[in-house]
């Protein structure tokens, strides 16, 4: 295998990562995130399928505020916007 080819494989196993690790990502804002996910629901067409997801969404964003998940959810938000916020 020549030297171009490994400098290729190892790219896309770095590329393969870091997809992974974005999508990670998104599915744990997704899970956490619950007032932005009520928020987003509200923006949806009204149908009687998306009349359903509302309502799973907003008992699911109930649920993560009474277990207190809620709160790690703003935590995090806070310190990532506290992170945007610096400047080097």
Known sequence: MSDMTMT?????DRVAATLAAFLFAAFLLALFDASDLVSWSYDLPINRL????VIIIEKWAGWMEETGLLAISETIA???????ELSF
Do not use: C, F, I, Y
């Not at 998306?50 to 997801?53: H, I």
């Open 50 to 53: 998306t009349e359903a997801l």
């Open 8 to 12: 290729k494989d190892k790219t896309m």
């Open 78 to 84: 806070d310190w990532m916007q506290w992170l945007q």
